[in-house]
């Protein structure tokens, strides 16, 4: 698949109208992802998140991860930056919250502000968690070092995001997730 044709199935699933949205989580190009060369130079450990848009909002990030970059300790409370348009209502609601771009069991990185969005609790404790869990299981399982990339996608000017573009290829062999998770 070109970058083109790419591009607009991920501009179609955006534009999806919310109610006629039949799965939470949908597998792109046979699951795999759309890496260019320059991509592969990341610096494992050392994860490049993209800069805020126009409006404030988180874009998403890259990053090798590997073995040597999963946390030693699991963190219970993690303390999270608030991500740009926050709303403090939202701490009450349980519907939203606070959510990693990439994992902190994944990166074990913590509080940049670039690698938060806001999610809703089942985007961030179902969807991508289970993504999350299925590479992290094969990092374990093959000891691999995988490219990890993570697109948030948003709809116009909202503050809340339509979804995640979740991509990853291990460096080591064949295993390759591309995902598109809704925020919903």
């Not at 994944?106 to 179902?126: E, G, H, R, Y």
């Not at 299981?137 to 691999?144: E, G, L, R, T, Y």
């Amino acid at each position: 698949m070109n970058k083109e044709d790419f591009e607009d199935i991920i501009s179609e699933l955006i534009n999806i109208e919310p109610n006629k949205i039949k799965k939470h989580t949908i597998v792109i190009n046979d699951d795999k992802p759309l890496f260019n060369k320059k991509d592969f130079d990341t610096i494992e450990g050392k994860p490049q998140y993209f800069e805020l848009d126009n409006n404030g909002r988180s874009n998403g990030a890259i990053a090798i991860i590997s073995q040597n970059t999963l946390p030693l300790i699991t963190k219970k409370k993690l303390k999270y930056p608030e991500p740009s348009n926050w709303n403090k209502a939202f701490e009450n609601k349980k519907l939203f919250e606070k959510c990693h771009i990439i994992a902190y069991s994944l990166s074990a990185k913590l509080a940049n502000p670039k690698n938060i969005f806001i999610a809703t609790v089942k985007l961030n404790k179902s969807y991508m968690k289970k993504v999350e869990n299925e590479v992290k299981k094969h990092i374990n399982d093959k000891s691999v070092k995988i490219l990890y990339r993570v697109t948030v996608k948003y709809k116009g000017t909202n503050k809340i995001p339509i979804g995640v573009l979740i991509e990853a290829q291990s460096i080591d062999d064949s295993y390759s997730v591309c995902r598109f998770c809704y925020n919903m």
